[in-house]
Nanobody, 127 residues
């Protein structure tokens, strides 16, 4: 069974940076996608970014372009989300999810496409 564990969240001042990690276990194929999503209190879950682990394709929500960068270390089965120039509105619980197997990342990625979810990591950006 696929399991995902997020780490790297925390408290940071506006303008600061954090790097989130998503470690996947139970994956035996390289053809899958990892997505990052977030949910702030009282708001719906929104997509942040995704990456196709097999083909390297990436996608970002418009509000994250230029500030967030997703990458993968296939040898470690780990996907990273580098978040720069953080803003208070980025405060949320961040989740990673896997579309496995044979998943893909496209600009239209949605939480409904992902089958396995991590427990989430809190990111708090103070003003």
């Amino acid at each position: 069974e696929v399991q995902l564990v997020e780490s790297g969240g925390g408290l940071v001042q506006a303008g600061g940076s954090l790097r989130l990690s998503c470690a996947a276990s139970g994956v035996t194929f390289d053809d899958y996608a990892i997505g990052w999503f977030r949910q702030a209190p009282g708001k719906e879950r929104e997509g942040v970014s995704c990456i196709g682990v097999g083909d390297g394709n990436t996608a970002y929500a418009d509000s994250m372009k230029g500030r967030f960068t997703i990458s993968s270390d296939n040898a470690r089965n780990t996907v990273y989300l580098q978040m720069n120039n953080l803003k208070p509105e980025d405060t949320a619980v961040y989740y990673c999810a896997a579309d496995y197997p044979f998943g893909a990342c496209s600009r239209y990625f949605s939480g409904n496409d992902f089958d396995y979810w991590g427990q989430g990591t809190q990111v708090t950006v103070s003003s």
